[in-house]
Structure formats: C-alpha cells, structure tokens
C-alpha cells in the first residue's frame, strides 16, 4: 500500500521540525568555526598558556575569584585614588613654594607681548590648568598619576625652553623641577607597584575572558555534535518508517533493480555495497568477491538501493553525453585538420609540379 495522506502530513511535520533544528545547528557552527579562526584566537591557540586541557581549564576557573568587573574596578580606582592624594600633597607643595607664581596661571601671551611664544612652545600648560583637571568630576580628569607628572615637567620644561638660561623664570623653573624630580622619586615605586598590579590584573581578567570563551564555544561544538547525532538516528528512524508504509516491491522490480546495479560505475557500485551492509553487518562490502541475494535484503534496503541506483544512472548518462558532445567535437576537430592538411599538400604538389615544368623547359 501507498502511504496514505494521514502519513504523509506526519512525515512531512517531521521532516519540517528536523530542517528548522539543521538549520539552528548550521547557524551555531558557523559561530563555533567563526570563534576558532578568528586570528586573535589561532594566535592565542599557539601560546604556551592558551592550550588548555579541559580539566586545567575548569581548574583554573574554579580557583579564580570571580569578582564582578564593576567591584574589581571600584578597587582598583580606591588604590589610584590613594595615589593622586599623594601626588596632590606633592603638588601643593611645589604649587606653595615662594617661586611658583609665575606658572600658577596661564601665560599672558598678548599682555607680555610674547609673539613668538606659540611658535616656541607647542603645547603650552600651567598649574591653574593641572589642579582643574585633578579635580574634574566629568571623566575627562588626569586617568593615573603619570598622567599628571607629565604635565606638572611640562610646566617647567616650557618656561626653561622659551626663556633664556640666565632669566628668572627659566632658574625659578629649573630649581623647581629638581625639587618636584625628588619628591616624585620618592612617590615611584609606589606608582612602579601599582602599575604592575594593574597589568596583571588586566592580563588575569583578559585570560579568564578568553578561557570562558573557550569553554563556551567547547561546549556549544560538544552539544552540537550530540544533537547532529540524535538528528541522523531521527532521520533513519523516519526512513525506516517511510519504507514501512510503502508497499513491497515486486519480482519484476527485483529484477530490474538487479540488472541496473551491474550497469553501475566501479565507484557507484562500492557505495550500493556500502548501502547493503549497513543494514547488514555479516556482509562483507569490501571483499574481492561478493555474493548479493536481492531477495534476501530487507525492504529499507532495497528501496534505499533503487533510490540511489536512479540517482547514479541518471549522473552517469549526463557524463556520457557530455562526453559524447566533446568527441563529437574531436572528431570534427580531426576531420578539419585533415582536410586542412590535404589543402596544403594539394598546393604543395601543385607547385612542385609547376617547378619541374620550369625547369625542363630550361
């Protein structure tokens, strides 16, 4: 029997819920295969740290405080915070020294009558300007204390570059920066200290990202690869019962099935045998000789069998037309160039035979 209407709107719900989950699965490794050929990862998969085994992986995660990334911030801003107010006491104290009134302000450049001076100085600075940006609440203050020391040399550094050695200002600048030069030794292994912490704590976090990464996209390839299981016994249960419903071939398309295998390919006949054995796990399909009892197969078999020897019959036949259109061709090629060399030597003979004509009325 035919299977009937009821069947076929089974079978085709079914196979309409395995393509939608297909279709689910080809999107996550395409993201799986994305993640593992980006070059940050390839690059990161030949590092010493970056192969590692499944359980050193969990290991590492396990024993690794997970703190928020917000609360590791909030810490790491507190001992930042400890180091601008010891910066800050060092500033006031250069800021509060007799000679540093010249540069608590910008520079006059118009009421000095300083033509020159944007010409001298690129980028010029003061300390009005440094104490309103350590006080900044708006995100756009100094980030770290080097920040800072940069501008407070700057400071001195343009006054002794615009002004000549024996002028006031250029000396004032000059004792200045050695005395700031001092006080900021002192503040730098503190500074040196904190600077390490934070780039371990950023290659931590940077690794632990990576490795969360990693795990993830593992377990997304792992889950994939189960449900791509799960998904071909589905599909073979369901051919299963799509041969169950259908009706039993007959003698005569036996017959025929068993005439059309010997008409197959070297090639296709492997895969039909191939076919055969699945089913059938004492037959032998790689064996030099094999013995094929059509009446012995299941019903499964051997509709799988003619689906599959249609298929390869009907590819066969394309190729041999395609072949035969290139030989027509050939051979069309040939005899083009035969007649082609009969021309030539037609004229070759011809002329030959005018010369000897030449030569004996000579």
Not at 32 to 40: H, I, L, N
């Amino acid at each position: 029997m035919e299977p009937i209407n009821s069947d076929v709107d089974e079978f085709k719900s079914c196979v309409d819920e395995i393509y939608t989950e297909v279709d689910k699965l080809e999107k996550t490794v395409k993201e799986v295969e994305q993640f593992y050929s980006t070059p940050a990862t390839t690059a990161a998969n030949k590092g010493s740290s970056s192969i590692l085994k499944e359980k050193d992986r969990d290991k590492l995660l396990l024993n690794t405080p997970l703190h928020d990334s917000s609360q590791k911030e909030q810490i790491a801003s507190k001992r930042m915070q400890e180091l601008m107010r010891h910066f800050a006491s060092i500033f006031r104290q250069i800021t509060q020294h007799k000679w540093a009134w010249p540069f608590l302000e910008p520079v006059d450049v118009e009421g000095l009558n300083l033509l020159d001076y944007y010409e001298v100085i690129e980028k010029p600075m003061d300390f009005g300007t440094i104490k309103t940006k350590m006080e900044a609440k708006d995100g756009n203050g100094y980030k770290n204390v080097r920040e800072i020391y940069a501008d407070v040399r700057l400071v001195f550094k343009n006054a002794m570059k615009y002004n000549d050695e024996k002028d006031d200002v250029h000396v004032m600048a000059k004792t200045l920066l050695e005395k700031f030069e001092e006080k900021w030794l002192q503040l730098l292994p503190k500074v040196a200290e904190e600077e390490k912490k934070r780039e371990e704590e950023e290659a931590k976090a940077l690794l632990e990202m990576r490795i969360t990464r990693e795990v993830k996209y593992a377990n997304m390839a792992k889950d994939t690869s189960t449900k791509l299981y799960e998904i071909d016994i589905q599909l073979r249960e369901l051919k299963e019962r799509v041969v169950q419903k259908c009706r039993r071939m007959s003698t005569e398309e036996k017959r025929k099935l068993g005439s059309a295998l010997t008409r197959l390919s070297p090639e296709d006949i492997s895969k039909a045998l191939e076919i055969v054995a699945e089913n059938n796990p004492s037959f032998q399909a790689t064996a030099q000789e094999v013995d094929l009892d059509i009446d012995a197969q299941s019903e499964y078999t051997l509709w799988r069998l003619k689906v599959f020897v249609k298929e390869a019959l009907k590819v066969q036949g394309n190729n041999a037309s395609n072949n035969n259109v290139t030989n027509n061709n050939k051979d069309d090629n040939k005899k083009n160039n035969s007649k082609r060399r009969r021309e030539i030597c037609d004229a070759l003979a011809k002329s030959t035979v005018k010369r000897t004509k030449k030569l004996s009325n000579l």
